[in-house]
């Protein structure tokens, strides 16, 4: 299972961007995907999550400002980011859990100015 992320970039606060996360290798129906960041100093966290079943999931700091969807006949994951705050300035990484395992795709760098 493969998973490319991209989408990242520099924004001025209050401006948008959206992640998206391709995957390949994978036909398992049952899954989880998510996107988490890591700042500098800081552990990585869960951002956003959705399953299969396009239940979603946000951590607090993110609600309102970001959506999560699929798009399972592209197999790919958004992650549309409004609002962006000095805050969310980190590297923003997608997951993908099925049958107990976690498969990660390299970050992308979002980075917001003021």
């Known amino acids: 299972v493969q998973l490319q992320a991209y989408g990242g970039g520099l924004v001025q606060a209050g401006g948008s961007l959206r992640l998206s996360c391709a995957v390949s290798?994978?036909?398992?129906?049952?899954?989880?995907m998510g996107w988490y960041r890591q700042a500098p100093g800081k552990q990585r966290e869960l951002v956003a999550s959705?399953?299969?079943?396009?239940?979603?999931n946000y951590a607090d700091s993110v609600k309102g400002r970001f959506t999560i969807s699929g798009d399972k006949a592209k197999n790919t994951v958004y992650l549309q980011m409004n609002s962006l705050k000095l805050e969310d300035t980190a590297v923003y990484y997608c997951?993908?859990?099925?049958?107990?395992?976690?498969?990660w795709g390299q970050g992308t760098q979002v980075t917001v100015s003021s």
């Open positions: 290798g994978s036909r398992r129906n049952i899954n989880i």
């Open positions: 997951n993908r859990r099925e049958s107990g395992s976690d498969y």
């Open positions: 959705i399953t299969a079943y396009d239940s979603t």
